[in-house]
């Protein structure tokens, strides 16, 4: 399956630990996308790469969170001194193009619960 | 800033129609699109529109007015592995980003 991928796709993790949780796009995907969501509500945006480069942040992205694409390829979500508000479903998605609309193909998810 | 409101849930029988309604409010506009997600699932891409019509893709019809702000994905001849939640997404002029309502239910009954 050539689909993108996470991992892992759960994690329990004590208040005030650090985890990291890695995404692999589907190949040759230039875009990729980190998104949250919580339990009944829509995806929200966390940020964006677009190759290497990290385009966009929100202002979700606390000083906590940090994300890289070190080669343009897999990439990472660290969050540091995790709070109980940090769980959630972490989603990855990723798209190929240079302009316009691109369809985002979206990981399983990981699902972070913060006890 | 963007928002999107859709309605929060819908109930329908096999082989019914359903239709669902999205409006945004948005400081800049590309597209309208329509993700499907099952319980437990990963969100999966169904549509997109970026001119105002209908675009017909099987089951599911997706239609946009631009001048209204407002969208709606039509499922027909609904089947039980329909039932998921259903978002739409606006595609903004500022990035790549998707900015997605909070979904709505939809629960297929025999």
């Known amino acids: 399956d050539t689909g993108v991928s996470q991992d892992p796709r759960h994690k329990i993790t004590k208040r005030g630990q650090n985890v990291t949780f890695r995404c692999d796009p589907i190949?040759?995907?230039?875009?990729l996308y980190w998104y949250r969501q919580t339990l009944g509500q829509g995806p929200e945006f966390l940020t964006y790469?677009?190759?290497?480069?990290?385009?966009?942040k929100s202002r979700l992205l606390s000083d906590r969170f940090s994300a890289e694409r070190p080669k343009g390829s897999f990439s990472t979500l660290e969050i540091q001194r995790t709070e109980q508000g940090d769980s959630a479903m972490y989603l990855c998605?990723?798209?190929?193009?240079?302009?316009?609309?691109?369809?985002?193909?979206f990981g399983p998810g990981t699902r972070l619960t913060v006890l | 800033g963007q928002s999107l409101e859709q309605p929060s849930e819908v109930t329908a029988v096999e082989g019914a129609i359903v239709q669902i309604n999205c409006t945004y409010q948005?400081?800049?506009?590309?597209?309208l699109s329509w993700y499907q997600q099952h319980d437990g699932g990963a969100p999966t891409f169904l549509s997109y529109?970026?001119?105002?019509g209908l675009e017909e893709t099987g089951r599911f019809s997706s239609f946009l007015s631009r001048s209204d702000s407002y969208g709606y994905l039509l499922l027909q001849e609904l089947q039980m592995k329909d039932s998921a939640s259903y978002f739409c997404?606006?595609?903004?002029?500022?990035?790549?980003?998707?900015?997605f309502g909070g979904g709505t239910r939809v629960l297929v009954k025999p």
């Open positions: 997404a606006v595609k903004g002029a500022a990035g790549n980003k998707l900015t």
């Open positions: 790469f677009q190759n290497e480069a990290q385009l966009e």
């Open positions: 948005t400081s800049g506009f590309y597209g």
């Open positions: 190949s040759e995907h230039n875009r």
């Open positions: 529109n970026a001119l105002d």
């Open positions: 998605a990723s798209s190929y193009g240079q302009g316009g609309y691109n369809e985002q193909f």
